[in-house]
Structure formats: structure tokens, C-alpha cells
């Protein structure tokens, strides 16, 4: 029996955000096999690191394997393009690799201006080398992810995340790496020609 205005085939907000916590908190997989394994369809995926690797800003732990913390939640229309197009290979549309560049600024990570701030080439092969070292990745399917994503980052409180944080829980180090980032390439002006 259903009540008016529900339909009995399709999930509620909240079984999905319970289903996608389940699937986020199962075990995270290495890059290398993730990569092999993410669908074409939309969803939400977890970033996942040892607490070592940023330990300034320690996450949940993961509920499978309590030895790794969650860094970073995000959503797209296409799992697969979205980790292998922009997370593993693009600094200039993907949030989470300007701000581990930032984070990670000790490790010397250079920057110029393509219209935006972007890593050099040589960095972005080093950075994606890094995040195969470092990190791990889970994910949920979802048809409308963005309902879903807003919800968990509330409920999860992942530190990477600047957007849809509360404000008690937006970490001032991944602010400040963001902002460096940013600031660390901009457009050249060019030079002024002075009549003497």
C-alpha cells in the first residue's frame, strides 16, 4: 500500500543517502583498480588516505577498514569521467587536486596562468602519481547525485570539502591551501611603455 503522492518503485531521499553511506563505507579500493571498475552513470564518491598522509586534517574513519580516514566527498553525472578526466589528471577543473597542491606545498608543486591557475605538466603527472600512492576511492550510484551530496557532506564532515560545510566544521588549513593555490599564478601583465 502506498500513501498518495509516493511512488513504491523509487527510493526516498533518505534510503539513497543511507544506501550511499553503506557503499561509501564499504571498503576503499586502490586507484589502479577503481579506475577499472567505476561505472559511466552519475553518483557519489569518497576519497580515502591514511591518517599520516594529510594529518593535520583527519576525517572519519572508514567503517570496513578503520585505518583509513576520509579526506574528500564529491558527485558527478559520470563516475569514470569525472575521477579519470579531472581527479587524476586535470588541475584546472578539479577542486580536490588544487587543493592537495596546496596542502602539499612542501612537496614543491609549481603552477601557471592558462586563464587559470593550473600545475604545470610535469606536476599534474606528479600529483596523480602521489594520489595512487596515497589514496583510496569508494562510490555510489546514483541518478541524481546532487541531492544526495549535499546531505552526506553534512553528515560526514569531510575535510577537503569547502562547499556545503558547516561553518563549525570548514577547516581553516584547506581554506588557506586554496587561497595559496589561487594566488600563486595569475595573469601577466604586460609590460608598461613609458614615453622618457
Request: glycine share 8%; charged share 20%; proline share 9%.
Amino acid at each position: 500500500m502506498t500513501t498518495p503522492g509516493t511512488r513504491p518503485d523509487v527510493p526516498s531521499d533518505e534510503a539513497r543517502v543511507k544506501e550511499a553511506l553503506r557503499l561509501l563505507s564499504g571498503a576503499p579500493i586502490e586507484l589502479d583498480v577503481a579506475v577499472k571498475r567505476l561505472s559511466r552513470g552519475g553518483g557519489v564518491y569518497a576519497w580515502w588516505a591514511c591518517p599520516s598522509t594529510l594529518p593535520d586534517l583527519p576525517g572519519p574513519a572508514n567503517g570496513t577498514d578503520p585505518s583509513l580516514r576520509l579526506l574528500y566527498l564529491g558527485r558527478a553525472t559520470s563516475l569514470r569521467g569525472r575521477i579519470l578526466r579531472n581527479h587524476l589528471r586535470r588541475s584546472g577543473s578539479s577542486t580536490l587536486r588544487r587543493t592537495l597542491a596546496g596542502l602539499l606545498v612542501s612537496e614543491g608543486y609549481r603552477t601557471t596562468w592558462t586563464g587559470r591557475v593550473v600545475l604545470l605538466p610535469e606536476d599534474e603527472t606528479r600529483l596523480t602519481a602521489w594520489m595512487h600512492e596515497h589514496l583510496r576511492l569508494t562510490w555510489a550510484e546514483d541518478a541524481e547525485p546532487a541531492i544526495i551530496e549535499a546531505q552526506l557532506v553534512r553528515r560526514l564532515h569531510p575535510p577537503l570539502n569547502v562547499r556545503g560545510v558547516d561553518p563549525e566544521h570548514l577547516q581553516a588549513a584547506v581554506v588557506a591551501a586554496k587561497n595559496s593555490y589561487n594566488a600563486s599564478s595569475g595573469p601577466v601583465e604586460p609590460p608598461s611603455s613609458s614615453n622618457h
